[in-house]
């Protein structure tokens, strides 16, 4: 029998005596005790905030070649985690969830740094003007916080859980202290095992607790971030707790809530959607035995088609097989515990006061390879609620296992109404053909959701399905659901970022953004910066390029290369009505003819350009203007090698700013450039 430890201190470590015994879900054997009493949680906490100096310098670069290299050490690893993952009773889909599931958010959040400057804190926005002459300007920046992410967990992802939040807090440069649920941590365990290893995260920036972690959160303060995931009760428990209202801690509490599925009017008996809506339902209850956040409890069916829902649901779900996930054919495992078992008995028992089960039985069930009397298995349960405006226990009673309601609707408005007596949802759903349906399904549900998926046979094959958050989407919603968000992209990464204003001088606000401000020092740049590498160059040297007198010819000739043939351009006769005095240079050969001025066309580091942004055309330009271009370093960000014959090079923005003979810009863009770095690294 194993004793799972907690990793603290930077050390693995033992409680004291025993919290929690943990069984294997599939036979009921004991697997191992864990506990974390004994442990001084404000020493984690302050290891966790003192240690976290090292991931708060790195660039957001460099945090996401490390979750990147992260993640592919753990896909080599995988195959260990599903022989842990199945005495949890997860099937090798459930697992391949948790699992693969977990570590693509790693990928998804590495992919992240491409959206990021090359330094340890984020710039956020655009300059605000603050002067008349504009020698005084605002702007903000986004620094890490300085304490650390406490992640309190729930039992049904081990390791989803884990690496969906920490990959967003170590992007932003915060350490964690992750605290799983007790009952699944030795899953945990064995990944943060491998991660501590393998030495691929600076000291302290991953601490786990696997017992119970009483008084965890007793010692959190401004600095830190909590995260709950888990039922609604507990989560509001610690949201209220003293400490993080007197330290006005910032709190995301993700809640189970009671998510709902829609069938449209459009996706009738014989339609691909109709099909879709069954076996999606089905597979939304019986993943993960039912035990997710996002698993459908309300399926909302237009009332003539009731019946035949409750026949295509009931027929898939005794086709389902449970037991062992290691036997053939099983295609539901079992609950996380026997303790889970008793909880969704209980809850069961209380809907059956205001509504009929239809399938499934809390007693009479069969289980392949495995003793149901042992292991923490229960049948799917399906329930009709003929009048869910009135019986509304429904609403309010989450079974948090294999369970679900169909229930009645007349019109589009009464689902809408029934999907939001959930008060607050992370997600739901809707099946339908129909856009038009979709469209008013998802204006008037969204308010109360976190997430709406509208399904049909379009996206079907490649729909990751109403259950599945996505680490680039926010995941949370409104009300029970909790009124947080994780994940969300850049989104929740700006979460573990403090936003502060910062006032004064262009030139000094470009020094701390490392981004050129307007009306900032433009020393001019000897040589050309077309002759520097990457390293050489300086944000905000500039080059002043001679200049060009626009001619008819020029507008005429570009006409014919581009073969952009518009009226302003060509036709001196059509202007009337316009706001052009007369014919007009095209805004593309003005940016055409500034690449002709400012570039340096003799072989150097630069090795191609290959984008241009925020492309501007600002201010007419007629024949006989001259026009000229201050171009200049605006902002410089690191590129990795892919392969060791890969040349090693820097991206660098270019502000193009064209301006005509008063001194008025006239035209601005942003281009892209990959230069080559001085050492080959």
């Not at 809408?416 to 856009?435: Q, R, W, Y």
């Not at 040589?527 to 060009?548: M, N, Q, S, Y």
């Not at 007369?582 to 003799?602: E, N, T």
Request: hydrophobic share 40%.
């Amino acid at each position: 029998m194993q004793r799972f430890q907690n990793y603290v201190l930077g050390q693995w470590l033992d409680g004291q005596g025993t919290e929690t015994n943990l069984y294997n879900a599939i036979n009921g054997n004991q697997i191992g005790t864990v506990s974390s009493a004994g442990i001084d949680f404000s020493e984690v906490l302050e290891y966790g905030r003192k240690n976290g100096r090292a991931l708060r310098k790195m660039t957001f670069q460099e945090r996401g070649r490390m979750l990147k290299a992260l993640a592919l050490f753990l896909m080599e690893r995988k195959g260990k985690y599903y022989e842990v993952s199945a005495w949890t009773g997860a099937t090798k889909v459930d697992s391949w969830i948790d699992i693969e599931g977990g570590i693509g958010n790693l990928f998804a959040n590495a992919s992240l740094r491409k959206q990021f400057p090359d330094l340890p804190y984020y710039v956020d926005g655009v300059a605000a003007p603050l002067s008349k002459n504009g020698t005084f300007i605002g702007h903000h920046i986004m620094v890490p916080r300085e304490g650390v992410a406490v992640h309190i967990n729930a039992f049904n992802f081990p390791i989803w859980g884990m690496l969906e939040k920490i990959a967003v807090n170590l992007m932003a440069g915060v350490p964690a202290v992750v605290k799983p649920s007790e009952y699944t941590s030795f899953l945990t365990e064995v990944m943060v095992r491998d991660i501590i290893d393998s030495k691929i995260l600076p000291e302290g920036a991953l601490q786990l607790v696997c017992g119970l972690g009483r008084g965890l959160i007793d010692s959190v303060d401004s600095r830190d971030v909590v995260t709950f995931t888990g039922s609604a009760a507990t989560g509001k428990m610690l949201k209220a707790s003293p400490q993080i209202a007197a330290e006005s801690v910032a709190f995301n509490l993700e809640a189970d809530s009671l998510n709902a599925t829609i069938l449209g009017k459009h996706a009738v008996p014989g339609t691909e959607e109709f099909d879709l809506f069954i076996k999606e339902t089905v597979k939304e209850i019986t993943i993960k035995a039912g035990q997710k956040c996002t698993a459908v409890r309300r399926i909302i069916v237009p009332e003539d088609l009731i019946e035949e829902v409750q026949k295509g649901i009931s027929a898939r779900l005794a086709s389902t097989k449970i037991g062992d996930p290691s036997v053939e054919g099983v295609r539901m495992g079992a609950l996380a515990t026997r303790l889970q078992v008793e909880r969704v008995h209980a809850s069961v028992k209380q809907l059956a006061l205001s509504q009929d089960i239809v399938f499934g039985s809390l007693d009479e069930f069969e289980v392949t390879g495995a003793d149901k009397n042992t292991g923490a298995f229960m049948s799917p349960i399906l329930f009709l609620n003929s009048d869910p405006f009135n019986k509304t226990d429904v609403h309010d009673i989450e079974a948090f296992g294999p369970v679900s309601t169909i229930m009645p609707y007349k019109t589009i408005d009464d689902a809408i109404e029934l999907a939001k007596m959930g008060k607050g949802s992370l997600v739901s759903s809707i099946v339908t053909p129909d856009n038009k349906e979709a469209t008013e399904y998802v204006v008037g549900a969204a308010s109360m959701h976190g997430r709406i998926l509208v399904l049909n046979k379009d996206c079907a094959k490649e729909s990751t399905g109403h259950g599945s958050p996505m680490p680039l989407l926010t995941h949370g919603g409104p009300g029970r659901a909790g009124g947080g968000e994780e994940m969300g992209g850049k989104r929740g990464v700006l979460h573990y970022l403090q936003r502060t204003a910062i006032q004064g001088h262009p030139t000094t606000i470009t020094a701390i953004t490392q981004q050129f401000q307007v009306g900032a020092e433009m020393p001019e740049a000897n040589p050309h910066v077309f002759r520097k590498h990457f390293e050489e160059l300086v944000i905000g040297e500039t080059v002043f390029t001679h200049k060009h007198t626009v001619t008819d010819a020029d507008i005429v000739n570009f006409a014919n290369v581009s073969g952009d043939n518009f009226y302003a351009h060509m036709d001196a006769t059509s202007l009337e009505g316009t706001i052009f005095e007369r014919r007009v240079a095209h805004g593309y050969f003005i940016l055409s003819k500034a690449a002709g001025l400012f570039v340096d066309p003799k072989k150097g580091p630069v090795l191609l350009n290959y984008g241009l942004e925020e492309a501007r055309f600002v201010k007419p330009v007629y024949p006989g203007a001259t026009i000229g271009v201050r171009f200049t370093v605006k902002e410089k960000v690191d590129q990795e090698k892919r392969s060791p014959d890969d040349i090693a090079k820097g991206i660098v923005k270019f502000l193009v700013d064209v301006y005509d003979e008063t001194g008025e810009t006239v035209a601005l863009a942003t281009i892209l450039t990959m230069v080559k770095k001085l050492k080959d690294e």
